[in-house]
């Protein structure tokens, strides 16, 4: 019963996910190669909504579900990170047609070969965990 927000959150995620074709590959594909705006009009969206987020949280200085701060990386610290984190991030996205909140998405929706690339996206944060420690953070 305490997850049932989440869930439900979820839910709509994927709806809104299928219902604006985020999840197609075929919609992917179109970005990837400069054929169509329709991804980076979503994109765009998601990454002005997620500034205005980030602005009102250190405004109002919101805290997580626990009462924890929420804090940030300077960005001189993060930068390198951020864009290794991301060719790697962006080339999994090119190859297997999906990040992971899609990849999701299309496995409800029945497309079994998304299995394949969930399954390597949980190893692949599997082996992060292991060899973190050992990274340049």
């Not at 969206?45 to 602005?55: W, Y």
């Amino acid at each position: 019963m305490k997850f049932l927000k989440f869930l439900l959150l979820g839910i709509v995620f994927g709806i809104v996910m299928a219902k604006s074709e985020a999840i197609s590959w075929f919609r992917i594909q179109e970005m990837f190669r400069f054929q169509a705006f329709h991804m980076y009009g979503i994109i765009g969206t998601a990454v002005t909504l997620g500034v205005i987020g980030v602005a009102l949280i250190k405004k109002f200085n919101i805290r997580d579900f626990h009462g924890n701060p929420i804090t940030f990386y300077p960005k001189e610290k993060a930068f390198v990170r951020y864009l290794v984190g991301g060719i790697i991030f962006g080339l999994g996205w090119a190859l297997s047609g999906a990040c992971p909140g899609p990849m999701v998405v299309n496995i409800g929706y029945g497309f079994l070969s998304m299995v394949v690339v969930f399954f390597f996206a949980v190893v692949g944060t599997y082996f992060y965990g292991i060899v973190k420690d050992k990274l340049p953070h």
